[in-house]
């Protein structure tokens, strides 16, 4: 039996499946204890769900994710009103140190996969389709590199890839939450002093006004828009961006443009702030319940180790890399968080994790402006450009 949703449908079914995750979390302490986002664990036990489904071939479930990229683009647009140049001033090396440091993994990730490719005896590019391919690349750059590899001789190199990609959504949706708690109580880590202390306390949400957030909201569609127009002027120089940049450009202008305007262009933050968890939420229940677990069981069993060490260095470079050059502080802790997100899957799964961390604890406005502008844009430049590179050396 074959069960077809339309858009409408399929957001009707990821709320349901967060608000099915955000009730688990709360009931179940492991999972609130170790900072495990709600759509996660909602949206994997609907994957699982259909993965019985295809395994018995009881039933198959195809859903329109039109949405999905639609959500997406709306959480970007609010994380580029974050982008006060009063923060940028405070963070602009950090930048660069974390870029740094994302790079190295990328390297260390093509290795660690070709190294255990060749101790298996299996062709090196099956060991690239298991390295930053799809751990930082992610499901897109999977798809673009994995017919690459075919070419080059690497049978099934497109299969294995998505399938990583699929394992490291998960696992790095599962790591980074832990280990962020784990640095933040081992070290006890509080935030800085000049945290905006309107934000500061835990669990305690802002007084919203209705028509503040029918502003905020007429904002960041209207950001959106103009950041379509930019996103494509960028593509005209031949350089390829994710959709959102753009709207991440135009809002960053418009938070800009306001904090120098003293107060005439008021940006709603609380407003923006709170629109942006639920977009984000929506669309991270959609990516988690349409994934295929059932491409996991094709894996053989060196692919699975070869995974499960990508998932070991993962951790072991957050903790004393990551966490060291990013400061060993509360801000640093949170970094460490969204880089095991989009190190071994997107920068959305980073952007749950550390959103997980942060209403357990504090605020960490650095990290939430820092991550984004590496994960979504900087980091897929340049590991493009190592993995054409790994692939040049091992084909």
Not at 163 to 191: H, N, Q, V, W
Not at 286 to 297: D, F, P, R, Y
Request: glycine fraction near 10%.
């Amino acid at each position: 039996m074959v069960i077809t949703t339309n858009m409408v449908q399929t957001l009707g079914i990821a709320v349901v499946v967060l608000l099915i995750g955000r009730g688990l979390c709360n009931k179940v302490s492991l999972l609130n204890r170790f900072c495990i986002p709600a759509p996660v664990v909602g949206g994997l036990l609907f994957s699982i769900a259909l993965l019985i489904g295809n395994v018995t071939g009881a039933f198959a479930i195809e859903m329109d994710l039109t949405l999905q990229s639609f959500f997406m683009n709306m959480f970007f647009t609010t994380v580029g009103f974050t982008a006060s140049m009063k923060i940028l001033k405070k963070g602009g090396l950090q930048v660069a140190i974390f870029l740094g440091a994302a790079i190295v993994l990328v390297i260390l990730q093509n290795i660690v996969g070709v190294s255990l490719a060749n101790v298996f005896d299996l062709n090196p590019l099956l060991g690239l389709a298991t390295g930053s391919t799809p751990m930082t690349g992610g499901h897109g750059t999977s798809g673009a590199f994995g017919p690459l590899f075919e070419e080059y001789g690497a049978v099934g190199a497109s299969t294995v890839a998505l399938a990583s990609a699929t394992f490291g959504l998960i696992m790095g949706s599962m790591i980074g939450g832990p280990i962020a708690r784990m640095l933040i109580e081992k070290y006890k880590l509080t935030p800085e002093k000049d945290v905006d202390s309107s934000s500061v306390e835990k669990h305690v949400d802002p007084d919203l006004k209705p028509g503040n957030v029918l502003n905020a909201f007429y904002m960041i569609a209207i950001a959106l828009a103009l950041g379509t127009i930019v996103s494509m002027l960028i593509e005209m120089t031949g350089f390829t961006v994710p959709g959102y940049i753009g709207a991440m450009f135009v809002a960053a202008i418009i938070r800009n443009i306001s904090d120098s305007s003293g107060g005439k262009l008021p940006v709603y933050m609380d407003e923006i702030g709170t629109l942006g968890d639920m977009f984000l939420s929506v669309f991270l229940a959609m990516a988690l319940m349409s994934l295929k677990l059932w491409q996991l069981a094709d894996l053989a069993g060196p692919l699975v180790i070869m995974l499960l060490a990508q998932t070991v260095l993962m951790a072991v470079f957050a903790i004393f890399v990551t966490f060291r050059v990013m400061g060993r502080d509360y801000e640093a802790a949170v970094i460490t968080a969204g880089h095991c997100g989009f190190g071994m899957g997107a920068t959305p799964n980073a952007m749950a994790n550390m959103k997980a961390v942060r209403d357990k604890y504090w605020p960490a406005p650095k990290a939430f402006f820092i991550l984004p502008i590496i994960g979504s844009l900087f980091i897929d430049f340049f590991n493009a450009a190592i993995i054409t590179f790994f692939a040049n050396m091992v084909k």
